[in-house]
């Protein structure tokens, strides 16, 4: 399994950016996924989480400014980001929980990051 995000970059504040990830591979099927943030000198937090269901959470400060979505069919997960502010400056990470075909226990993996600059 591999997840390769792609969609970061530099934006003004109060702009917007899409953030894409793709889940890859063969043998297994997505349920949870999500998207996390870390920056510098701060620990790795969610951001918003999507269930199989599509029932989705937001962390706080983003509600109402972030959505997040997905096709499971493409196995993609999609952050769509608006009104952003400096404070979102973060490498963000994809997350997807997945079971193997035959298999109950779930397993966690990872994309690479993307960053998002946000100049004020």
């Known amino acids: 399994v591999q997840l390769q995000a792609f969609g970061g970059g530099l934006v003004q504040a109060g702009g917007s950016l899409k953030l894409s990830c793709a889940a890859s591979?063969?043998?297994?099927?997505?349920?949870?996924m999500g998207w996390y943030r870390q920056a510098p000198d701060k620990q790795r937090e969610l951001v918003a989480a999507i269930t199989s269901d599509l029932i989705t959470s937001y962390e706080d400060s983003v509600q109402g400014r972030f959505t997040i979505s997905r096709d499971s069919a493409k196995r993609m997960v999609y952050l769509h980001m608006n009104r952003l502010k400096a404070e979102d400056t973060a490498v963000y990470y994809c997350?997807?929980?997945?079971?193997?075909?035959?298999?109950?226990?779930?397993?966690?993996?990872w994309g690479q990051g993307t960053e998002v600059t946000v100049s004020s």
């Open positions: 997350m997807t929980e997945i079971t193997r075909w035959g298999r109950t226990n779930k397993i966690r993996y």
């Open positions: 591979g063969t043998g297994f099927t997505t349920h949870d």
